[in-house]
């Protein structure tokens, strides 16, 4: 059964109870606009452009790893160069959500395009490791803002009965940004040069500002800047987005730079965790309109589809990143062609985020595709776990076939199943929830595997008799082995060593997948997609286009009329009317 939903003009929400105060109540003004077809596709033009150009550069750099670890003789921190953007990206979530709120969706969406196009032209240019790593987390600010407010925008102009098929729409542009990235990235180091993984973005983010500027047809918030500006929970961004640094960072030093137990990883850590409970506090006592309100993880049902949304995104990010790199290192492949040979998961991801979507819209449910999604998902983990440097080719691509069938499943459909359980007034800030632990998943993912493949590799390879010269350079890229002045036999070692790791990573992937799993099967719940005041948005939405459409020729009007009077040539009234609506 469904919750009940109140539809008004103008949501709130009250927060402060439980306190001992009266609820202060903050007015959210409804940004809700259904759109027809043809203004939908022009919506969709502009959303689908501008979520490409933030989840190809997730992992564009994938397989340029290596070759920018050489460019500027610094391999040992190349990995920020991945990291400091989902890091930045991660710790901004949970901002979107409110600030489209307060000060619209069109604005801010701008906004984090400008500052994602200024990242990637930083990125482009860049003259050394430290230029590069600081433009990735510009880069990353807007990226991750383009992300959230994209799926907002689409709650806005899209009923949730409908939702489903145009979710599976953005998650074809997601599954394709994301999976095309490394063999973009592939075919930009082998062909020209590592500077165009970033110089692509350039075209497409132009485009996308100017589609959402000029084109994009969404309604303005009302209010002045000052009014607007009060509505912010100050203390609850500062707060968020330190706790989200203090915990990213350490997570992505340990077992690489610091091992888990040395204080550099600790102290950040565990000031993190502090913070979390602080952000907690402020948000209940201390914020009028409050970030993410705590209320909304009452629900059982929402709580374990963000996480799940959390784990999603660790599994995700572990695949795309591990999977290019094993064909590098332990089968001897190039960089394009390691991107090549992700085809198989990539083409199946994009087909199932497609399908998905229409399945949801077409039969009003959405748990039965998470819960198939997750179990093929499980069982092509757990085929992972045996994969050796020997493994079969057709072998890996029946895995890869069978993790992208289950993983396509679920990409968008958590987010359906969240919305389907919250008022309109909660979906925005929701929305932003949902992507900030995904996000947070994916930038937790590649931290926690290099430390597992690392430890396993050094344990090994030291029980094996390596010297410690050769065990930094093999954990710092571990693609030199095949290049190392090593004999047959230690070649062979060093890698079993690293396919070792590879599948310690998988046996976690198959125990987070099955976790997944077990939540859908308990927890989630089919709410209906269906609102009560669909119908009446729909007409309002169309009376609003009919309003500006004739406002626009209004104006037109108007000036042609100046111009002809400035001219000296004003004509009767009747035949101006007539040149007016030949004109139109």
Same mark, same amino acid.
């Given at each position: ?59 564009? /750099?994938?397989? #340029?790893?290596? !070759?920018?670890?050489?460019? &500027? ?5 190349? $990995?920020? =160069?991945?990291? %400091? ?101 592939? /075919?930009?180091? #082998?062909?020209? !040069?590592?500077?165009?993984? &970033? ?5 497409? $983010?132009? =485009?996308?500002? %100017? ?374």
């Amino acid at each position: 059964m469904a919750t009940p939903y109140t539809p008004q003009e103008k949501d709130v929400e009250a927060v402060g109870e439980g306190d001992g105060q009266p609820p202060a109540v903050v007015e959210v003004q409804g940004q809700t606009n259904l759109l027809p077809m043809k203004q939908l596709l022009v919506v969709f033009a502009g959303l689908s452009t501008a979520m490409l150009c933030s989840n190809l550069n997730q992992t564009i /750099v994938a397989t #340029a790893l290596p !070759t920018l670890g050489a460019a &500027f003789h610094d391999a040992g921190i190349s $990995s920020w =160069v991945g990291t %400091a953007y989902l890091l930045t990206s991660t710790a901004c979530q949970p901002l979107y959500g409110r600030l489209s709120d307060i000060f619209g969706r069109k604005l801010i969406l701008v906004i984090c395009l400008t500052v994602f196009l200024i990242g990637a032209i930083l990125s482009g240019v860049s003259v050394n490791m430290a230029m590069l790593i600081v433009s990735r987390a510009i880069a990353g600010i807007g990226g991750g803002g383009i992300i959230t407010i994209v799926n907002i925008v689409i709650s806005d102009v899209v009923s949730l009965k409908d939702r489903g098929k145009y979710q599976g729409i953005i998650g074809v542009v997601v599954a394709i940004g994301t999976a095309v990235g490394p063999l973009l990235g592939g /075919v930009f180091v #082998a062909r020209t !040069t590592w500077r165009w993984c &970033f110089y692509i973005s350039i075209p497409f $983010s132009v =485009v996308a500002i %100017a589609i959402v500027a000029f084109v994009l047809p969404l309604r303005k918030v009302e209010g002045d800047a000052k009014e607007k500006l009060k509505k912010i929970d100050v203390w609850g961004c500062l707060v968020s987005f330190v706790a989200s640094i203090a915990i990213l960072i350490p997570i992505s030093w340990a077992g690489t730079q610091y091992s888990w137990s040395s204080p550099a990883v600790l102290v950040p850590l565990i000031l993190g965790i502090a913070l979390i409970g602080l952000f907690v506090v402020v948000e209940m006592k201390v914020a009028k309109l409050p970030l993410i309100p705590p209320a909304v993880f009452k629900n059982t049902h929402v709580s374990s589809c963000v996480f799940t949304s959390f784990l999603t995104g660790f599994m995700t990010f572990v695949n795309l990143y591990y999977l290019p790199q094993f064909y590098q290192v332990a089968r001897g492949e190039s960089a394009l062609n390691s991107g090549i040979l992700i085809l198989p998961l990539i083409l199946s991801q994009i087909v199932t985020s497609f399908t998905s979507g229409f399945l949801v819209s077409m039969w009003s449910c959405y748990r039965i595709n998470l819960i198939v999604g997750y179990g093929l998902w499980t069982i092509a983990s757990g085929l992972f776990t045996t994969v050796t440097p020997t493994t079969a080719t057709w072998k890996l691509v029946i895995f890869q076939l069978l993790t992208g069938l289950g993983s396509g499943q679920t990409l968008q459909v958590t987010l359906v199943a969240i919305q389907a359980a919250v008022t309109r007034a909660d979906m925005a800030v929701i929305t932003g929830a949902r992507n900030y632990f995904r996000m947070l998943g994916s930038t937790i993912a590649i931290a926690a595997s290099a430390a597992i493949v690392n430890n396993i590799v050094r344990s090994n390879l030291t029980r094996l008799g390596f010297s410690s010269s050769d065990l930094n350079e093999i954990i710092s890229d571990p693609t030199k082995i095949q290049t190392m002045t090593l004999s047959a036999l230690q070649k062979t070692e060093a890698l079993n060593a690293y396919a070792k790791g590879v599948s310690v990573t998988y046996y976690m992937m198959t125990a987070l997948a099955g976790l997944q799993f077990i939540l859908c099967c308990i927890f989630v719940k089919d709410y209906s997609l269906e609102r009560s005041d669909d119908e009446k948005m729909r007409e309002e939405a169309k009376a609003w286009l009919k309003q500006r459409k004739e406002e626009k020729k209004a104006h037109k009007k108007g000036h042609n009329n100046a111009v002809t009077a400035h001219s000296g040539h004003v004509s009767d009234s009747t035949s101006v009317e007539r040149k007016d609506v030949q004109e139109v």
